[in-house]
């Protein structure tokens, strides 16, 4: 299939997107305001920049930058389409009422569709509607969108080809632009939690900010590769399942995150980590992982069975070949009219 994403979005979901879909073609003008955006949107913009990077690692992505009124999309088999796009390309709103070709329908954190336009709701809600947040499905299941399905993001092969070390003895937070872009309130993102973690392990911790020093999808591997345990912070009203604990497990990981009854992280998190509100515990079991290499081993390699089973590309990609065939049947019987 000849597939399509809708440009600009998030760098991440072209990343997650081409490794269920080879050869995709990103497809779209420029973000409208790069001077606020440029941190998250900018890197894609400049394509050649990222392509040698995701050559690198196996991917094969195409972009066409160019105006919407200059877009063919009905030479694609599937477009998918990030609601989010409304919020980076102010032209959409002139074009989102096109159905040229099977679409699906992204969702990467924004929580309502009353911002949208009422012609791009009513014709889109009979096509797939994929999520990523768990918090927010009961709010789409009510929305207008017929067909909506929570999916996790998939996690890149290369991640599991990295052989784990711990090598560098450190405690990795991934968190970017925490001065920049994320909300001040310090417990949104789990800020607060992991400057209590500083303190009670100096020298011992290491926050990737990619804001500040970005590294490239190889490089992310090669630094969870060496860091001795994961630690996922947030509050379940900030992000979604986070792509950073995915991508922990499937380098091999201990992971120690907070209990988030929306997010489910007991549902990935047995003999691999702890998942607890209990700040004692938790600095307990990175505490054992920092002073124990062989026990986070063994936590890691469990990580790493889980991440297979519910994040690989493998097991991510049926979910979207599923809701591509649902998409062709929306499209060719018409009831998107």
Known sequence: M?????????????????????GLTVIGPPCDELDSW?????????????????????????FEEKPYSECDFSKFDLLIESIETFNYARDWVNHCHR??????????????YSHLPAQYVESRKKFPFLLE????????????????????NPVGNWWFDKPWTGNNGKILFVLAGKDL??????????????????????GRTYHQDGAITF????????????????????????????????EALSAGMPVAARDLPNLSYKNF???NGVCTDNFEQMCRFIERCLTDL?????????????????FSVESIRPVYEAAAERAKTVFQSGAWR
């Open 269 to 271: 998190i047995d003999t």
């Open 133 to 152: 947040m768990p918090s927010h499905l009961d709010g789409w299941k009510s929305s207008p969108f017929q067909d909506v399905t929570l999916v996790s």
């Open 99 to 112: 159905v040229e070709c099977p679409i699906i329908v992204k969702s990467c954190w924004v929580n309502s």
């Open 38 to 62: 440029d941190l998250r949107i900018l890197p894609l913009a400049k394509a050649i920049a990222r392509q040698d990077e995701w050559r690198e690692v196996g991917l094969d992505i195409t």
């Open 2 to 22: 000849k597939i399509g994403l809708l440009y600009p979005c998030v760098a991440a979901l072209v990343e997650k997107i081409a490794s269920i879909f080879p």
């Open 181 to 202: 872009w994320r909300p001040p309130e310090e417990a949104v993102c789990g800020v607060d939690l992991w400057k209590r973690i500083e303190q009670a392990f100096p």
């Open 215 to 246: 590294r490239t999808a190889r490089q992310m591997t090669e630094l969870f590769s060496e860091s001795r345990v994961f630690v996922n912070l947030d509050r379940s009203d900030a992000r979604p399942l986070t792509t950073t604990f995915t």
């Open 294 to 310: 062989s026990y986070a081993r063994e936590c890691g390699e469990r990580s790493r069975e889980i991440a297979r089973k519910e």
